[in-house]
């Protein structure tokens, strides 16, 4: 079964195989610009990289609006979820820190790149909330981990750092799957 080609609810909205690709494409990009932004002292980089990658994606949505919100939704999510990281004093962040207690900017924004695959190369999550909550589980942790091996981030407590980003990512990602999935249903009854 290849779960990157599930049906959409709306298939006028489905995105293209390209499309899909090239939204993989993007994520690694924008996560690869933060994180080694973030690890040579230059965390604006990937920060302006995502900010252009989520304008690129929102100005060819289908539905931009409902992208413009669940990557609002996403921003504060992570905003809140990175912060209480830092407080928690489970990760440290080595460079972009501009308030103290707050997550940086180059973090937060990596939430923004994750939400614009919600309702394109992550859409075949929608409906799966168990999958989405494993996807979450297992990825969420192993990205963070590439960022501590790449020196953008340090784990304080490595054993609870991952704990707590397994559990917590477990119930974000079905989250804004869920969150996605009622954007997109609340458009298309709009639209109907």
């Not at 993007?26 to 610009?33: D, R, S, Y």
């Not at 992208?67 to 209480?84: F, K, N, Q």
């Not at 929608?126 to 979450?136: D, I, N, P």
Request: with cysteine.
């Amino acid at each position: 079964m290849n779960l990157a080609a599930a049906p959409s609810p709306d298939h006028r909205t489905a995105p293209s195989r390209l499309r899909l690709v090239l939204n993989v494409i993007a994520f690694q990009f924008g996560w690869f610009a933060c994180v080694l932004g973030a690890a040579h002292d230059q965390p604006w980089l990937g920060s302006a990289v995502v900010a252009v990658l989520v304008a690129v994606h929102l100005a060819t949505a289908v539905r931009p609006a409902v992208e413009a919100r669940l990557v609002a939704a996403a921003l504060v999510i992570g905003v809140v979820w990175e912060t209480l990281l830092l407080a928690g004093g489970w990760i440290e962040y080595s460079t972009g820190v501009v308030w103290a207690g707050v997550a940086p900017l180059w973090i937060v924004m990596l939430w923004a790149l994750f939400a614009i695959t919600l309702n394109s190369s992550l859409g075949w999550l929608k409906g799966r909330l168990l999958v989405a909550a494993v996807f979450g589980a297992v990825g969420g942790p192993l990205a963070y981990w590439g960022g501590v091996r790449l020196g953008a981030l340090v784990f304080v407590e490595p054993l609870f750092a991952v704990i707590a980003l397994a559990v917590g990512w477990a119930v974000l990602t079905p989250m804004l799957v869920v969150l996605a999935q009622r954007l997109e249903r609340h458009a298309a009854k709009v639209e109907a």
